[in-house]
């Protein structure tokens, strides 16, 4: 097998906020477009920026990228090779493709001011674009702070052809005479990122469409290091329903928001897969597996993607119908615990924190199985199904009133649905049978449904909005269910 040809791609997110979404979608199609074709997938840290890069950030970067099963072959720091980009600025120096600029920070603010007053776009001047041997020399002596400017060669056209947008030309007499190296011995992002792509072998820089227009740059530096540079695909933006830059401002927008959220990470890769790209059918379900061997940079559009968080729900809402019941309590268990209804206690055991009772993985699963055709998002079982790992319940009495029910139909409604479940076996206590058993119970007392199973629903759950009183009855067990019933008879005496 030939490796000579082995495509190599990167993921190059800078540590200074929490994983944003728009930066998943970035790599999750680098890393598909890598691993459809067995190549390796780089995952570089470009922690450049000593203000704004955090630890913390970064932990929040890979802790996102193994949740989502991303995994990275190689990974890098770019503050852990700082010499290396010294090394290449002065390189740029001696073939006179960057020069030193001395310029204080007060001259460049006073020109930006000008600038701005005349309307202009900021701009260096090449203030020292030209200044002589002996000069430069004098300074440097002198240990005069300074940063190493590119030096942009004028009247020249650049031209990219870009796997997804196709052919884009920029005049180099707009492009500004860039900082390489800060004052700091730091390296700005357009020289560390193409000294890396070239190190680190990158054969295809697949980055977010905001990146295009710093690609000239990069494309000159590659030819002032007479290096030859690696392919381009910028994908598209990721827009909100108003066709803006999807921002803070219309929601989550960070990985672990949407984690915390209870969206899958199954759903959030295959939602992503189809923000951008187009499977050329109507498919829309896709497996890791499949969207290896199907993702293709020739099927990103150049449009922007709009993030419709309602589709997004209707992702997660049937991914997580197509969960066992076994997977699905795992998942929801987090949840659960972190709304403290329950903590683990041991192998599948765990003790419900409102009642100290001591309870198996099997109970969990009868709970969550309530929910598993109706929530939208994890997080939502831990509100739904409060009233199950809850002792005593506390809601009004008003609410037990179907329609125009007086407290004696209270009363007299409550006393049945005791007395019927009260004469079910324990074995036999299943939704099915005390279905039919209720159902019965309504005709014989001449009652309508609502009248019978309301009054009985929100003794059990306490709320309006629950599962069928059935299914509860049977998950909660005869004996919490009774004792439920003897509660709100408590509250109409
Ligand atoms: N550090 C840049 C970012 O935060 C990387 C851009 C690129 O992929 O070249 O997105």
Known sequence: MKTINKIRTRFAPSPTGLLHIGNVRTALYAYLFAKHDKGDFILRIEDTDRKRSEAKYEKDITYGLKWLGLEYDEIYKQSERLEIYRKHAKDLLEKGAAYYCFCTEERLEKLRRQQQEKKLPPRYDEHCRNLSKEEIEKKLKNKTPYVIRMKMPRNRVVEINDLVRGKVEFNTNLLDDQVLLKSDGFPTY????????????????????????????????????????????????????????????????????????????????????????????????????????????????????????????????????????????NLCIPHLEKAKLIHKIGENKFEIIDTKEKVYKDFIKKAVALEQKRIKKLSEVSNFLKFFFSGKLNYEKSLLFWKDMKDKDIRNSLEISYKKLEEIDKDGFSAKNIEAILKKAVEENNLTNGELLWPLRVALTSSDRSPGPFEVAEALGKEKSLQRIKEAQKKIL
């Open 190 to 329: 357009h020289l560390a990122c193409v000294v890396d792509d070239h190190l680190m072998k990158i054969t295809h820089v697949v980055r977010a469409e905001e990146w295009l227009s710093s690609t000239p740059k990069h494309i000159l530096l590659y030819e002032a290091f007479e290096w030859t540079p690696p392919k381009f695909a910028h994908i598209p933006m990721l827009l909100s329903p108003d066709r803006k830059k999807l921002s803070k401002r219309h929601g989550a927008v960070s990985l672990s928001d949407y984690r915390k959220q209870g969206y899958l990470k199954e759903v959030i890769l295959n939602f992503m897969l189809l923000l951008g790209w187009n499977p050329g059918s109507k498919k829309e379900i896709f497996s890791f597996k499949e969207m290896i061997k199907e993702f293709s940079l020739k099927r990103v559009h150049k449009a922007g993607a709009v993030f419709d968080i309602n589709r997004l729900d209707w992702f997660n809402g049937y991914y997580i119908r197509q969960k066992d019941l076994d997977e699905f309590a």
